[in-house]
Nanobody
Framework: QVQLVESGGGLVQPGGSLRLSCAAS????????MGWYRQAPGKQRELVAD???????NYADSVKGRFTISRASAKNTVYLQMNSLKPEDAAVYYC??????????????WGQGTQVTVSS
């Protein structure tokens, strides 16, 4: 059973920074990509950033230049460094991983979500 466990959310003032972490555990044969999505109240879940096993990154236009995604492959962990946070960045952030687990089945897995609140 694969699990994604997120940490690092919280309350921060506008202009502040937070670092999210997500660790994948369980029987993992191969990870193809990991990423972060977010969902604000009344809005659809959207991609924030992702990173492939080759290190290629992709960012939503709204976070380019402010957020940085990185990965510690040996630890099956992905990070999201969020700087210059804005009130519109407030949302529940979800970790996502495209991987092959036990039974050699490839699918997407999701974390439980971590709340990010940006407010003065």
């Amino acid at each position: 059973q694969v699990q994604l466990v997120e940490s690092g959310g919280g309350l921060v003032q506008p202009g502040g920074s937070l670092r999210l972490s997500c660790a994948a555990s369980g029987t993992i044969l191969s990870i193809y990509s990991m990423g972060w999505y977010r969902q604000a109240p009344g809005k659809q879940r959207e991609l924030v950033a992702d990173i492939t096993n080759a290190g290629r990154t992709n960012y939503a236009d709204s976070v380019k230049g402010r957020f940085t995604i990185s990965r510690a492959s040996a630890k099956n962990t992905v990070y999201l460094q969020m700087n210059s946070l804005k009130p519109e960045d407030a949302a529940v952030y979800y970790c996502n991983a495209d991987l092959t687990g036990s039974g050699a089945s490839r699918r997407a897995y999701w974390g439980q979500g971590t709340q990010v609140t940006v407010s003065s």
